[in-house]
Nanobody, 128 residues
């Protein structure tokens, strides 16, 4: 079992920055592929970014590429999402997710069903 707790959300003006954190506890974090997803009001949850256990592989949605950066600190069992140049359309609840597969693969990192554990979400609101 893995428990995930997101933090760092808030209200920011367009063009501003936020850094989200996701603290993991429970099973071995360092081998888990981690992802960030978001859900805007009235929309389906969508993929944002993912990172492999070593950090050497990352994947981004086209909508955030060049603006967001995912990273992880396995010693702290924490994954981060640095969000720069925020836009009003980035407004959503952001969720951290972990792949529970004991033999992790970097395939399909952008697919929601790959992830077994989810945090409760943190709200990000970008004002225009």
């Amino acid at each position: 079992q893995v428990q995930l707790v997101e933090s760092g959300g808030g209200l920011v003006q367009a063009g501003g920055s936020l850094r989200l954190s996701c603290a993991a506890s429970g099973r071995t974090f360092s081998r888990a592929i981690m992802g960030w997803f978001r859900q805007a009001p009235g929309k389906e949850r969508e993929f944002v970014a993912a990172i492999s256990w070593s950090g050497s592989n990352t994947l981004y949605a086209d909508s955030v590429k060049g603006r967001f950066t995912i990273s992880r600190d396995n010693a702290k069992s924490t994954v981060y999402l640095q969000m720069n140049s925020l836009k009003p359309e980035d407004t959503a609840v952001y969720y951290c997710a972990a792949d529970g597969n004991p033999f992790p693969s970097t395939q399909n990192m952008g697919i929601e069903r790959k992830y077994d554990y989810w945090g409760q979400g943190t709200q990000v609101t970008v004002s225009s």
